[in-house]
């Protein structure tokens, strides 16, 4: 076996082999050289190699995504560890475990002018559970930080920081350890779950109860719990494309739903008590529908962390969501009330016109979008960028047998292609990535990257710029919106797939749209679909759908 000489990176290496973190992420560099021989010459590990660090990051946030363990990322010193920060925030927001590992200078080379050479210590504090900033020489203190870091990135899912400091020279190795770690078992004691009486009382007593899910995993939540909110007509629960949670009783497209509110409508649903679960919500609709008419009761359900989204939480549920509602079904009586009734009733009214509607579009990205997830292949992955791509999945149905995932931690366009990939990889599912032309672009180097599946396809709506800019206010036919805003362009993704070995398709008109996109599905090779829309016709389109939904 070959190991680094420098006794600190032998340490760091042994802890994270028998804390089985398995997955290495690497970007090259020479000060981090101790760790990639390392780790790249002991078979406990699987070691990636990514050139670009910021794709590093979001490809192993993929992998984490996906496995929900910890994934580690190693890069030398500078600004290669700042690459890393929007992965870090998003791994933050979304609860995934990423242990990053960023090799230093010792302390006395810092500010004093040599190369690549930053401040490295506590770098991401703002975004990050645990910063441990080792010391030059192997310790037990240093070991005690690395388990305490790994042991945070597991229990409380989120991203940690270990900073390792080396001095030159780099390269040198031996055969055998000159160290032995300490390795220790760290608990986290969970206190038994209870509902009090109070709460029992309340949930009991309330004629409108509404279940609001957020960004969720697929089968987090039992079939028993769906089948006794679905039961209950006091209860409505609203889903979004990513809480991967389906029933025909729950209303699974909010911004139909909610969009052609009054305030009487509003004042008829406001609930009594608002249970959330899961993380981030897409629609914000449903936040304004919150803020502006608040429950009496706003209960979260997390194991970690209540953001008080709407400013009316009153209680944070320290659980799983399976153990909340086990646990307050156990006490529940049955309350008379027609909330669930109301809500299904006018849902089904929404469809009706949501379906004359998009019958006689045009072709425009409403078009689009209501074509293709239809037709998406049963049991695969599908991952969505943010922007306009995540906002029109949420008006359409899509097979319960399709996982979808979307960065929604931070709701960047950054990273989502490169995610994609990573959560390809880990699942092995036949995974597509829908994205949008400016996301797409932005993160062209996702592409770059020897470990794409071979079944990994990306369905590219190039509307010629950022298209959601026509949708918010503020819209004008300007220059300066054009250029700064919708950032317009005439790219295409023609020869970026040929040069990183995708199958490239193009769809311009809807005559070709089923068929392409048919065909494009059912190829087994590494492919990107480009569908061209029309930049003027997008907004008036979705615009004009809400309103017709009466």
Known sequence: MIYPKIPLAQSLIEICKAKELHDIVISPGSR?????????????????????????????LGMAQQKQKPVTIVCTSGSALLNYYPAIAEAFYSQIPLVVISADRPKNKIDIGDGQTIRQENVFANHILYSANLDENASEENDIKINE???????????????????????????????????LELFTENEPFQIDAEANSKWNSAKRKLVLIGVNYPKELSESVMKQLAEDESVVVMTEVTSNVHHSN????????????????????????????????????????????KPKEHWHVDELRAYNTFGCLTQHFVTTPNMFFDTIFEATEVVSSDFQKRATDLMNHRKVKHNQYFE????????????????????????????????????????????????????????????????????GKPTIMITGDVSFFYDSNALWNDYI?????????????????????????????????????????????????????SVSEASELTSKTAAFLNSD????????????????????YFKNLT
């Open 453 to 505: 599946p071979k079944n990994f396809k990306i369905i590219l709506i190039n509307n010629r710029g950022g298209g959601i800019f026509r949708i918010l206010p503020g819209h004008q036919e300007t220059p300066v919106f054009n250029t700064y805003f919708e950032t317009s362009h005439q790219l295409t993704g023609e020869h970026l797939a040929k040069m990183f070995g995708f199958e490239y398709v």
């Open 149 to 183: 870091a790994i042991h945070l990135a597991i229990t409380k899912k989120g991203p940690v920081h270990i900073n390792i400091p080396f001095e030159e020279p780099l390269y040198e190795t031996v055969s055998e350890l000159s160290v032995q770690p300490t390795v």
């Open 525 to 544: 090779k590494r492919s990107i679909l480009e569908i061209f829309t029309p930049t003027n016709v997008n907004d008036t389109v979705l615009k004009n």
């Open 250 to 293: 729950f209303i699974q497209n909010i911004d139909t739903f909610i969009t052609p509110f009054t305030d009487e409508d509003f004042k008829a649903f406001q609930p009594d008590i608002l249970v959330t679960l899961g993380g981030m919500v897409v629609s914000k609709r449903i936040k304004a529908f919150f803020r502006n008419y």
């Open 360 to 427: 006689a579009t045009p072709y425009s990205d409403f078009k689009v979008f209501g074509t293709i997830l239809p037709i998406l292949p049963k049991d695969s992955q599908l991952q969505i960028s943010n922007s306009s791509p995540i906002r029109y999945a949420q008006l359409f149905d899509i097979d319960s047998s399709i996982e979808v995932f979307c960065n929604r931690g931070t709701s960047g366009i950054d990273g989502s292609t490169t995610t994609a990939i990573g959560a390809a990889l880990t699942s």
């Open 32 to 60: 981090n050289a101790p760790l990639t021989i390392g780790f790249a010459s002991n078979s406990a590990f699987n070691c990636f190699s990514i050139a670009d660090e910021r794709c590093a990051a979001f490809f192993a």
